[in-house]
């Protein structure tokens, strides 16, 4: 596709439970991001991917939160042991090499019961 | 520590009123400001980049200002299909590529 993809659209889960969220990036794009965006709340940076390497991680929340993107293309997202606190939306975005602008997929939504 | 802070956080106007949002920051050293559109259940859509105090980028209604402390989004002769959040958003000198943080949005609503 043209744009960046995230799977699932909607998941719901229990607390607990351990969740992956998928991101298939624009072709070509070496960065990628990962956010988090609460109800009523901006966008909050996770995780920056160059390439196959965590650039900066600095905004994952604790160690329950592991990102990975082997190949250098697409992205996982897995959270472990869910918390009803990390119900939100999590945004994907992937940028082209010099350039500035983040092209955003439509985000995932969890909701943990 | 860095912020930026958006107002109003809603606005309502009538098509065709012109107005003003406004996105304050206060950072530890500016390398871009930028502005994006959000329409609910999507995911943010690149506006505008902005690098130094004075510059200012059009896209066809809206236009960008930049100062040292804030920036504006202008809108003029709005239309219903205008509205969406307006998020904006700052790199920090030093930070990592492209790491951006957003403020909490201003939610436009233009009534035909």
């Known amino acids: 596709g043209a744009g960046v993809s995230q799977t699932p659209s909607n998941k719901v889960t229990e607390k607990g439970k351990y969740v992956e969220l998928r991101c298939d990036p624009i072709s070509g794009h070496t960065a990628l991001y990962w956010y988090r965006q609460s109800l009523g709340q901006g966008p909050e940076f996770l995780i920056y991917f160059q390439g196959t390497g965590a650039a900066d991680d600095s905004g994952l929340p604790n160690d329950r939160f592991f990102a990975v993107r082997p190949e250098g293309s697409v992205s996982t997202l897995k959270i472990q042991r869910t918390e009803r606190g990390d119900s939100a939306v999590y945004l994907c975005?992937?940028?082209?090499?010099?350039?500035?602008?983040?092209?955003f997929g439509e985000g995932s939504r969890l909701t943990v019961l | 520590e860095d912020q930026v802070t958006q107002s109003p956080e809603a606005l309502r106007l009538q098509e065709g009123e012109s107005s003003s949002l406004n996105c304050s920051y206060t950072v530890s050293g500016l390398r871009g400001l930028f502005w994006y559109r959000q329409d609910p259940g999507k995911g943010p859509e690149f506006l505008f980049t902005?690098?130094?105090a004075g510059e200012e980028k059009e896209k066809e209604r809206l236009k960008a200002t930049l100062t040292k402390k804030e920036s504006f989004l202008h809108i003029t002769a709005p239309k219903p299909e205008d509205s969406a959040t307006y998020l904006c958003a700052v790199q920090i000198l030093g930070g990592s590529n492209y790491k951006l943080t957003f403020g909490k949005g201003t939610l436009l609503t233009v009534n035909p």
């Open positions: 902005l690098y130094s």
């Open positions: 975005a992937s940028r082209a090499q010099n350039t500035g602008e983040l092209f």
